[in-house]
């Protein structure tokens, strides 16, 4: 018996076709990946099916009955539960709060019974196996434990789905296999989950079945025990897709940037080198070191000791302003809350870099930003309508060749790429690496620090190898190695 069964959905947006008879079936206790690129439908799908946008065509059957059409509370009634990428955890409020926002239980005269909501969150967090305390402040959780409050409100409301959105993005590999250890007892138990993710690695280990869905069409679906990544990938780009090595060896420059016995949060006498024109690659597992070393470079962590040396100018502190002024641009990991600014249109986030330390030009001419636009719009093939328009209205992939433009606007000659493809899909990453390839070769020295060792095949001149908070290899191109960085970086070398 299905749990969900989505037949024949048709969806539009003035005219464009954004869903083009789609189809999707669960059944109780299954994990099913829904995939697809950036911009294939299954946001709008997922949408549709938590009641937040309305179908154009098309049934959708919940545990046997029919939900209306743009319902939320029919929908959450029924017993699904949608958790976003951006988490909807409130961080001033402490954890049994947010878990009863908009569920408060209430005694003698309306008043709030917080004994009774704090007793019923323990024993949930019991039921769950999680460490969770309902005293706690939102604000102090690490981002699994964020995660998994958000599973603990789906199942408080007695979730039967559960729609998990790039759901480990934010999280370290203890924290990912933990989060997984939980979805698997949940499911055990009869939960169902749709899991999107852009990871095949996360894919294939937690995954029972797929659908994919390109360019607003149903594609495939099917077991993940019949399939392979490269049938999936190729199924979400299509017959383009290619998995080759993107990789060019050119000729380097001059020593641009060098840290001498660096330390700080995370990381303890620190020394590397970086020439003009060259891709370093930083790698580790989560909390190696290799972020918070990008973060200091960049002024946004504090130094402890030892030095940094831009050009022929050498620092023992350093602040952002400072760095910036100096040529460095860092696009960090959290591309939400520390580069994108919602509130700002895709022009006001393309200036307001070099607004911020051009002294010589105070005001702003429209008509120069916009030419300056169009100019990184047509060179980085930023897919976007009107610069006016919010960044938010764009993708993670063409957000965040905002965010590089942002820094190719201040004319940065040193580039910090913190996890560049984070939330980008496969078609989206493959055009990211070429980007960086291309900057290389025009002479800009960039580090990207990340956790696929593939994604470094593709783009470093050589791998910079961190273990507990130190440097353990430097590895030269040929020698980037799954394995081999994997022992570096487990201590086992």
Request: with cysteine; aromatic share 6%.
């Amino acid at each position: 018996m299905e749990l969900l069964k989505m037949e024949h959905i048709h969806k539009s947006f003035f005219g464009v076709k954004v869903l083009d008879d789609v189809s999707l079936t669960i059944k109780p206790g299954e994990i099913h990946a829904l995939l697809g690129e950036n911009g294939a439908g299954k946001s709008t799908l997922m949408n549709i099916l938590s009641g937040i946008y309305t179908r154009d065509e098309g049934t959708v059957i919940f545990d046997g009955n029919e939900l209306p059409n743009g319902s939320i509370s029919a929908s959450e009634n029924a017993g699904i539960a949608f958790v976003h990428q951006e988490l909807n955890i409130f961080n001033d409020l402490e954890v049994y709060e947010n878990l009863f926002l908009g569920k408060e239980l209430t005694g003698f005269g309306g008043r709030l019974d917080k004994k009774a909501m704090i007793s019923e969150a323990e024993a949930l967090f019991k039921e769950m196996g999680v460490p969770l305390q309902p005293r706690m402040l939102a604000g102090d959780l690490v981002a699994g434990a964020k995660q998994v409050l958000e599973i603990a409100k789906a199942l408080y409301s007695k979730a039967k789905l559960i729609i998990l959105d790039e759901p480990t993005t934010a999280l370290n590999n203890s924290e990912i296999e933990h989060f997984f250890g939980l979805i698997r007892s949940l499911k055990e138990k009869g939960t169902a989950f749709i899991f999107i993710s852009h990871k095949m690695p996360e894919i294939f280990a937690i995954a029972d079945e797929y659908t994919v869905l390109r360019n607003s069409r149903f594609i495939s679906t099917g077991l993940i025990s019949e399939t392979t990544p490269e049938i999936i990938t190729r199924y979400m780009v299509g017959e383009t897709y290619a998995n080759e090595d993107v990789y060019e060896k050119r000729k380097l420059g001059d020593v641009v940037l060098k840290a001498d016995q660096l330390s700080g949060d995370s990381f303890t006498d620190v020394s590397f080198e970086c020439r003009e024109g060259e891709i370093v690659g930083f790698t580790g597992l989560q909390g190696a070191g290799c972020s918070e070393v990008l973060q200091t470079i960049f002024g946004a962590l504090p130094m402890k000791s030892g030095s940094v040396t831009i050009g022929s100018e050498t620092f023992m502190e350093e602040t952002i302003h400072k760095a910036m002024l100096k040529g460095v641009g860092m696009i960090p990991a959290n591309r939400k809350e520390n580069s994108v600014i919602p509130d700002m249109s895709l022009l006001e986030n393309t200036y307001i870099s070099r607004h911020t330390i051009d002294t010589k030009n105070p005001s702003i001419s429209k008509r120069n930003e916009q030419k300056r636009f169009d100019e990184f719009k047509k060179t980085l093939n930023i897919k976007a309508n009107k610069s006016d328009d919010l960044i938010v209205s764009l993708s993670g992939g063409n957000q965040q060749k905002i965010i590089l433009a942002r820094w190719l606007d201040t004319d940065a000659k040193i580039l910090l790429m913190d996890n560049p493809t984070q939330g980008i899909d496969v078609g989206a990453k493959e055009e990211i690496y070429r980007l960086i390839l291309k900057l290389a070769e025009s002479g800009k020295t960039i580090i990207v620090n990340t956790l696929e060792i593939p994604e470094l095949k593709k783009i470093a001149d050589r791998c910079i190898v961190f273990y507990h908070g130190g440097i353990v290899a430097d590895l030269p191109h040929a020698e980037i190695e799954e394995n081999t960085v994997m022992m570096y970086s487990t201590g086992a070398l």
